[in-house]
């Protein structure tokens, strides 16, 4: 348990640092300006270290509800948060020379950084996905609501994390036949989608935690998640038929 907890505050505080890193981003953003979309601008190292800080702390604190063996857990976690700053760290280091951090195979560095990311990616997915099939294979624990907020989380996660791999299997797929400039634009249909199922495993057990702290009965606080998880279930479709009709 002792080792438990130090993993915990560890993966906290690496969280909280990805976090305070994308804000420091948004502020030389402010300062030096530039574009702020396209592959060459602040705005990455800005929104994925926000979201990848988020997503470490969230699924820390997450997985203390699902049933899975502690140092099973721990090391999980352990990958996790290093790949979290392998991937924050590359994108800042492209965006400070300069230069595009995903699909870039101009030079030999670049190309190094850039499949760096993307087996990064791919550890991303391995490591979150045991942690879904534990949530499935047991009962997740906590107040009410809070097992199916776990579950639904973790299923929309999954849809976010096969979103981001077809967003680089396609753009590599581009890249490697010299269309390199389409790689850059050909990930913009799926970002909403991305985007929008990252965040689940957060947001629904978030809110299962705080109408534990309300005065409803049990009955009408699992009401509230599912209708929440249904809620967001919708947005994730709608996402996914803009993605459908801009692919």
Known sequence: ?????????????????????????????????????????????????????????AITWVTSYVRVGARLRAVLLLVFATDCVVEVGGIALQAWRRVPSHLNMET???????????VGGAILVVVLTLFAVASFRHRPTGPAGMPLAVRSGFAVLLVGLASGAAMIARGVVLTRTGHQEAAYHSTAPLKPL??????????????????????????????????AVGCYAAAVAGAGVWAVLTY
Do not use: N, Q, Y
């Not at 030999?108 to 993307?118: E, K, N, R």
């Open 1 to 57: 348990m002792k080792i438990a907890r130090s993993v915990d505050r560890l993966c906290h505080a690496t969280g909280l640092f990805l976090v305070l890193s994308a804000l420091v981003h948004l502020v030389v953003f402010a300062v030096d300006g530039g574009p702020w979309d396209g592959p060459v601008s602040w705005r990455k190292p800005f929104t994925f270290g926000l979201s990848f800080g988020l997503t470490l702390i």
């Open 108 to 118: 030999p560095f670049d190309t190094a950084v850039s499949m760096t990311l993307a």
């Open 194 to 227: 991305h985007g929008v199922s990252l965040h689940a495993v957060l947001v629904l057990p978030l809110l299962a935690w705080l109408l534990s702290r309300s005065p409803w009965s049990e009955r009408t606080r699992r009401r509230i998640v599912a209708t």
